[in-house]
């Protein structure tokens, strides 16, 4: 059964940081993995996708890494800002077409 | 980008209620999902389908039902609202590789 872990489950920075986002997987037969942004009390918005085959998505200030060998991907932050704060999901995406979900990364960018 | 509605955002009921939460997507998209978050909680797979007169559980036991006879409409129902619950009801159809998320209706059984 696949399990997806984040680390930290919580982090506050100071505006202007580069900051990591660490998560792994059990299971490295995955279709895709996904990362998505969680603002309070809301839904889910897209950041990066990575398919299985790729190592590597970049968005604006983001880059997404994946090491599907050893079951790990990275979420790099470039220059946070306060608009920043949220939740920070990993989902991975098995073969059966499910997606799994991690506990999350609560993220505070102090100004 | 899929545009993903559902209705209502908030939810107050009592215990004993029967309760539908909506959800739609005008893309055409054959797989939606929908998925159950506690608060600080990860989301759970509760409910999917893949097209019309599809539907399946999903990971998590849910005492919710589904329903997909149109392919823009999934809406889940509670016959029997109880304290247990409450919590956050996602929304979700796959465009592509990727997957898109409704805002969410926050339920708070009584």
């Known amino acids: 059964k696949q399990e997806v872990t984040q680390i930290p489950a919580a982090l506050s920075v100071p505006e202007g940081e580069n900051l990591v986002l660490n998560c792994s997987f059990t299971d490295s037969a995955i279709y895709n993995l996904q990362w998505f942004r969680q603002d309070p009390g809301k839904g889910l918005t897209s950041l990066l996708l990575?398919?299985?085959?790729?190592r590597e998505q970049t968005s604006g200030r983001l880059n997404a890494s994946l090491d599907k060998s050893s079951g790990r991907s990275t979420l790099y932050i470039a220059a946070s800002q306060p608009g920043d704060s949220a939740t920070y999901l990993c989902?991975?995406?098995?073969?059966?077409?499910?997606?799994?979900f991690g506990k999350g990364t609560k993220l505070t960018v102090n100004p | 980008e899929a545009d993903i509605y559902q209705t209502p955002r908030y939810l107050v009921i009592g215990t004993g209620k029967k309760i539908t939460l909506e959800c739609s997507q005008t893309m055409g998209h054959d797989k939606m999902y929908w998925y159950q978050q506690d608060p600080g909680m990860e989301l759970h797979l509760i409910h999917y389908?893949?097209?019309?007169?599809?539907?399946e559980k999903g990971d998590l036991s849910s005492e919710s039902t589904v329903s997909r006879i149109r392919t823009e409409h999934f809406p889940l129902t509670l016959e029997s609202a109880r304290p247990s619950h409450t919590s956050q009801y996602l929304c979700?159809?796959?465009?592509?590789?990727?997957?898109?998320f409704g805002p969410g209706t926050r339920l708070t059984v009584l």
């Open positions: 989902a991975v995406r098995s073969l059966s077409e499910k997606l799994v």
């Open positions: 990575i398919q299985s085959s790729q």
């Open positions: 979700a159809s796959i465009f592509g590789v990727e997957q898109f």
């Open positions: 389908s893949y097209g019309v007169n599809s539907t």
